[in-house]
């Protein structure tokens, strides 16, 4: 069974910095993409970042500049750098996992305010 543990998110200012950490178990994190949706309220889920096994990144247009996606595979984690943030980035932010299927974590909260 494959399971993401999110952490990281939180309440802080425009213009303010957060790291996100996604934490997957099981041994095959190293072989496959992995990235991060968010969720507004009233909103669909989005992606935000993704990142290829390989290590090849892709970012949402909105977030090119500010935010950077890493991966450690040693640590089977996966982060998001958020930096110069702003109120529209507040959303929850799902780390995922493509495995056959697609695996959720169970989302983190960022909220910034103006």
Not at 66 to 79: E, L, M, P
Request: aromatic share 10%; charged share 15%.
């Amino acid at each position: 069974q494959v399971q993401l543990v999110e952490s990281g998110g939180g309440l802080v200012q425009a213009g303010g910095s957060l790291r996100l950490s996604c934490v997957v178990s099981g041994s095959i994190f190293s072989t496959r993409d992995v990235g991060w949706y968010r969720q507004a309220p009233g909103k669909r889920r989005d992606l935000v970042a993704a990142i290829t096994r390989g290590g090849s990144t892709n970012y949402t247009d909105s977030v090119k500049g500010r935010f950077t996606i890493s991966r450690d595979n040693a640590k089977n984690t996966v982060y998001l750098q958020m930096n110069s943030l702003k109120p529209e980035d507040t959303a929850v932010y799902y780390c995922y996992l493509h495995y056959g299927l697609v695996y959720w974590g169970q989302g983190t909260q960022v909220t910034v305010s103006s």
